[in-house]
């Protein structure tokens, strides 16, 4: 997020570019067939000309991800209709929505609403919980404190009959503490995995 693929002068685009290039055969190397590309925070879309930049890199590199078999995941802040035209500029079974619970309930955004959006495009699911700010901040918060409805995130994803893994992206607790912290968000999370 630190160095977006946007919003940068050319030069830097192009190293970016390639920086991605020499990523995806690494990524198949290691056993990974998806890589999340972050346009959130500092790296989020926020122009129409950029979603055209963004559009012709992934159009660029698209090849090289199908010859690898590795996905290319958009992680993005966009509304659900925005996200859902952005979406339909770039029709490649290989690129894909990596959907955050924490940054959309941080955003404002019903899980529901998005899935019916644009939830055959989801190729990966991060599970998190946010506070809602008014000025569109946002902290990671322990799951169930922030802003996530976590019965609509649920009910989202099964509407779509995902059937990927969940990354626990939870806050980080108390450090030394971790491993016991981490089995409160599992235990937290049980309920909501259950089915009927």
Same mark, same amino acid.
């Given at each position: 997020m630190e160095f977006p693929l946007i919003r940068c002068t050319v030069e830097e685009r192009k190293r970016r570019e390639n920086h991605l290039r020499l990523l995806i055969p690494i990524a198949r190397q290691i056993g990974a067939w998806r890589i999340v590309i972050p346009f959130v925070d500092n790296s989020r879309l926020a122009t129409e000309k950029e979603w055209e930049e963004v559009v012709a890199i992934l159009e660029r590199v698209v090849s090289m991800a199908d010859e690898h078999q590795v996905e290319l995941h958009l992680e993005a802040d966009l509304d659900p209709e925005s996200f859902?035209?952005?979406? /339909?500029? #770039? =029709?490649? =079974?290989?690129?894909?929505?990596?959907?955050?619970?924490?940054?959309?309930? +941080?955003?404002? !955004?019903? $899980?529901?609403? /998005?899935? $019916?959006?644009?939830?055959?495009? #989801? +190729?990966? #699911?991060? #599970?998190?919980?946010? !506070?809602?700010? =008014? /000025? +569109? +901040?946002? /902290?990671?918060?322990p799951l169930g404190t922030g802003s996530a409805d976590f019965n609509d995130v649920f009910r989202a994803i099964r509407s779509i009959e995902y059937s990927g893994g969940l990354t626990l992206q939870a806050a980080r607790g108390v450090s030394g503490d971790e491993v016991d912290f981490l089995r409160t968000q599992i235990e937290f999370l049980k309920p909501f995995c259950e089915v009927d």
């Amino acid at each position: 997020m630190e160095f977006p693929l946007i919003r940068c002068t050319v030069e830097e685009r192009k190293r970016r570019e390639n920086h991605l290039r020499l990523l995806i055969p690494i990524a198949r190397q290691i056993g990974a067939w998806r890589i999340v590309i972050p346009f959130v925070d500092n790296s989020r879309l926020a122009t129409e000309k950029e979603w055209e930049e963004v559009v012709a890199i992934l159009e660029r590199v698209v090849s090289m991800a199908d010859e690898h078999q590795v996905e290319l995941h958009l992680e993005a802040d966009l509304d659900p209709e925005s996200f859902k035209r952005f979406l /339909e500029l #770039i =029709p490649l =079974p290989s690129v894909k929505v990596n959907w955050d619970s924490g940054n959309s309930s +941080g955003l404002g !955004y019903v $899980a529901t609403r /998005e899935f $019916a959006a644009y939830g055959g495009r #989801i +190729g990966s #699911i991060h #599970i998190k919980d946010r !506070y809602r700010k =008014p /000025e +569109g +901040g946002v /902290e990671t918060r322990p799951l169930g404190t922030g802003s996530a409805d976590f019965n609509d995130v649920f009910r989202a994803i099964r509407s779509i009959e995902y059937s990927g893994g969940l990354t626990l992206q939870a806050a980080r607790g108390v450090s030394g503490d971790e491993v016991d912290f981490l089995r409160t968000q599992i235990e937290f999370l049980k309920p909501f995995c259950e089915v009927d």
